[in-house]
């Protein structure tokens, strides 16, 4: 195997080095840690970019989501309403709380949690105490019906957008429509500080509470007091500047996501096999990853041939509720999440790829199709 290996998504720098100034600014004047100026710039350029008040950065997205539902006030046994089709992330700090999640099943018009399900869910579980809906790979939720659903019955939202920083809903940005939202920064995100997480919120007590929390929780006290528990969950000055170097490329991170889906989606087209990951007039998604799902082949027959050409693609998450440490808890829905995972593979979608890469893919991609069908 000759040609360069092509990856799903990985970190990409700004060609300006706009990262390594912030990093040096830091070193420069030894603000390594604890937090600094650059975590401050960080949480107000965030903030301003997708338009709300108060941001918190974190350790990690999973974090964030933790202190989410802390803020929420979920407690041991309370229920949490999550979404089955995801990243496990999603779903472990409900565990984290000693709380207990009820999964529910994606809608085929946007793979995301179904407003029917999610109503559902929530007559046979009227006490639920949060609601977590996530926009997967950068395709928003039905967040109009999500949202009244959730006013309707007294239950907090909190948005996993830890996949969809960038992308809005009839022009809104996602992880903004929930009285929390979240975004993610680990390696493989739309932008990256190699690790790391922000949790969002117009709710200036509740951030503020957040910020105590995930710094050991100290009373306002010379010396150690603590009436609650702490976590040591705050983002450090040097990745925050990594951070503020990546949100200046955001927007052209996001173009280059929406050409490479337009390109597979072109250069795919006449191809029954294969269908595209459903867009709404509503959405503008950020394409962090391009998925597709196949009709008769199994993904994981696409994934290793792909792969012996170098290729890399993955097949779409695991629902919730298919996995063993998590099916135990009640599943509200269909089979859908489980039919797009059994049909579905995320094909690389790398900011750094050229225009030659994508067509060494799709060609290896109409290949593959060819000698299965
Ligand atoms: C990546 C991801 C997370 C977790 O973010 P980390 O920063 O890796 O902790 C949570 N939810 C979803 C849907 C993700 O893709």
């Given at each position: 195997m000759n040609e360069k290996r092509i990856l799903l998504s990985s970190p990409h720098m700004s060609e300006e080095g706009f990262e390594q100034r912030y990093v040096k600014e830091a070193f420069d004047t030894n603000w390594i840690a604890p937090l600094g100026a650059n975590v401050d710039g960080f949480e107000n350029e965030l903030a301003d970019y997708v338009g709300i008040n108060n941001a918190a950065a974190l350790s990690s997205g999973t974090a964030a989501i933790h202190m989410a539902l802390k803020a929420a006030g979920v407690e041991k046994d309370d229920i949490v309403i999550c979404q089955?089709?995801?990243?496990s992330a999603t779903a472990n700090p409900i565990i984290y709380q000693n709380a207990i999640p009820v999964f529910v099943d994606s809608d085929w018009e946007t793979w995301n949690m179904s407003p029917a399900h999610l109503r559902a869910a929530l007559e046979k579980y009227p006490q639920a105490k949060a609601v977590l809906v996530v926009h997967l790979y950068g395709l928003s939720a039905n967040l109009d019906e999500i949202v009244e659903i959730c006013q309707e019955y007294g239950v907090t939202l909190i948005e996993d957008a830890a996949e969809s920083l960038g992308t809005t809903y009839k022009d809104k940005f996602t992880g903004t429509f929930g009285k929390y939202g979240i975004y993610s920064f680990n390696?493989?995100?739309?932008?990256?500080?190699?690790g790391g997480g922000m949790l969002v919120s117009n709710d200036q007590k509740k951030i503020e509470k957040v910020r105590f929390w995930s710094t050991?929780?100290?009373?306002?006290?010379?010396?150690?007091?603590?009436?609650e528990m702490g976590f040591n969950y705050r983002m450090s000055n040097i990745l925050a500047g990594i951070g503020r170097g990546q949100l200046k490329v955001l927007d052209k991170r996001i173009k280059k996501k929406n050409d490479i889906y337009n390109y597979y989606k072109e250069g795919l087209a006449d191809i029954q096999e294969i269908s595209f990951m459903p867009e709404n007039g509503w959405n503008k998604p950020n394409f962090w990853l391009s998925v597709i799902t196949l009709k008769t082949i199994k993904p994981q027959v696409l994934i290793d041939e792909l792969d012996k050409a170098n290729i890399e693609a993955r097949p779409i998450w695991k629902p919730m509720h298919l996995q063993p440490f998590f099916e135990k808890y009640d599943f509200i829905g269909n089979n859908v999440s489980e039919r797009l995972f059994m049909s579905g593979v995320c094909l690389p979608s790398d900011t750094k790829m050229s225009e030659k890469d994508l067509l060494r893919i799709v060609k290896e991609i109409k290949r593959v199709v060819a000698d299965e069908t």
């Open positions: 089955s089709l995801t990243f390696g493989n995100k739309i932008i990256t500080t190699s050991q929780s100290r009373d306002k006290a010379r010396h150690y007091q603590h009436s």
